[in-house]
Structures are given as C-alpha cells and as structure tokens.
C-alpha cells in the first residue's frame, strides 16, 4: 500500500469526503488533501494534522529511504504555516540584531523548531538553539557580534597534568 491510499482509507474510516492528491519533489512525498471538512482534519494548532502526520510516517517508515520527507497537508496548512514560521524567524532575528538581545520564541513542536532552525542557518551574526523539555521546548533566537573575538581553542600545550 503506496502513502497515498494509506490517506484515502484514512479519510474513508473517517467518513470524510476528501480530494487526496500525491506530489512527488527532491525533498519527498506531500500528500495534498482538499476538503470542506478541514477542521475535522487539521484539529486545534495543527494537532490532528501532526498526529495523521505521524500515523502515515509510522506506517511507511520501512519504505522511506534515508532523509525522504512524507507529509500530509490538509487545504494548504502546513504550507501556509511553513511561511508564517518563517516571516516570523527573519523578523524576530531582525530584532534580536538591532536591539542586540536573546528572544524566546512559543513552544513548537520538533518539525516547527526544524523550520526555524533552517531558516535562520545562513545567517552569520544569528544563531539559534532549543531550550526545554516536551512541550515547554522552545527556540531562543541570539545575536552574536561577528566582530568579537571568539574564545582561544585550546592547545595541548594549554594542558596541564
């Protein structure tokens, strides 16, 4: 069974009426649902979508070479909060540069936090990192001069015995 007719037995057992078309990319899978039932599908904040999500994965993981992505988005979700995390990274990565502060971000899920992480990844003077445990796990997003000096690597002559 392809992932795709994993969903259209999903939406079956469900009772929803759903349009499941699969687009293959160099990134992966992304298994686009329309329906006018999307909020049966998405849940509150996304979370019965990332649980359809995680089932799919689940039960195509043997199937999925090495670094293949598979998703299932519902009406363009997923796409449309990919965008929004990422305007919302530039800009808090913006501030932390002009006001030269840390800024916490809400906690996110793991797939949320990744977005942010590479989002900001090529920026020299910005870094990020995860702070928290389970669902407090949050990004802090840093300005770091580019001009300061870096701490000295130790030397083995540095050591001592």
């Known amino acids: 069974m392809t992932p795709l007719q994993t969903v259209q037995k999903l939406l079956s057992f469900m ?3 759903a349009e499941a078309v ?28 990332s649980a359809i999500n995680q089932l799919v994965k ?12 598979l998703s299932v988005d519902v009406n363009g979700y997923l796409a449309r909060r990919v965008e929004a995390l990422e305007a919302e990274a530039k800009l808090l990565a913006e501030r932390a540069r002009t006001f030269r502060y840390d800024i916490e971000m809400s ?5 949320e936090r ?28 840093r300005y770091k001069d580019p001009n300061a000096p870096s701490a000295p690597v130790p030397t083995a002559e540095d050591s001592v015995l």
């Open 114 to 141: 990744m977005v942010i992480h590479a989002t900001l990844k090529d920026m020299p003077d910005i870094e990020t990192m995860s702070v928290g445990e389970g669902k407090l796990r949050h990004i802090v997003v």
């Open 107 to 111: 906690p996110m899920s793991s797939y």
């Open 15 to 17: 009772g929803i009426t």
């Open 22 to 49: 699969e687009a293959k990319d160099a990134q992966g899978t992304v298994i686009r649902i329309t329906t006018a039932e999307s909020g049966l599908l998405i849940g509150n904040h996304g979370d019965t979508l």
């Open 58 to 69: 689940k039960i195509h993981e043997k199937e999925l070479v090495d670094g293949a992505h």
